[in-house]
């Protein structure tokens, strides 16, 4: 069983940019495909993005040119990069390990004045 933990979440102003980090255990962590969710209040949980073992990625089309995942295999960690964010950025956003289906406990981002 992997185990996720999200990190770097927080209150910012329309505009602004925060790094997402998610850290996994376990020393095979290379070769999962990552990916990072969101979900606001009321609504499903959605793909924001997803990047391979081999280091391919794909967007969703709502925060496409805004926000980047990148992985550092060596710290075993996923990121996303978020910028220019939007009030209808704010969600709990959550860190998956396709591989093993494995979920983070999530971490908020609220994007408000």
């Known amino acids: 069983q992997v185990q996720l933990v999200e990190s770097g979440g927080g209150l910012v102003q329309p505009g602004g940019s925060l790094r997402l980090s998610c850290s996994a255990s376990g020393s095979i962590f290379s070769i999962y495909g990552m990916g990072w969710y969101r979900q606001a209040p009321g609504k499903q949980r959605e793909l924001v993005a997803f990047?391979?073992?081999?280091?391919?990625?794909n967007y969703a089309d709502f925060v496409k040119g805004r926000f980047t995942i990148s992985r550092d295999n060596a710290k075993n960690t996923v990121y996303l990069q978020m910028n220019s964010l939007k009030p209808e950025d704010t969600a709990v956003y959550y860190c998956?390990?396709?591989?093993?289906?494995?979920w983070g406990q999530g971490t908020q981002v609220t994007v408000s004045s």
């Open positions: 990047i391979t073992s081999g280091g391919s990625t």
């Open positions: 998956y390990a396709q591989s093993v289906g494995s």
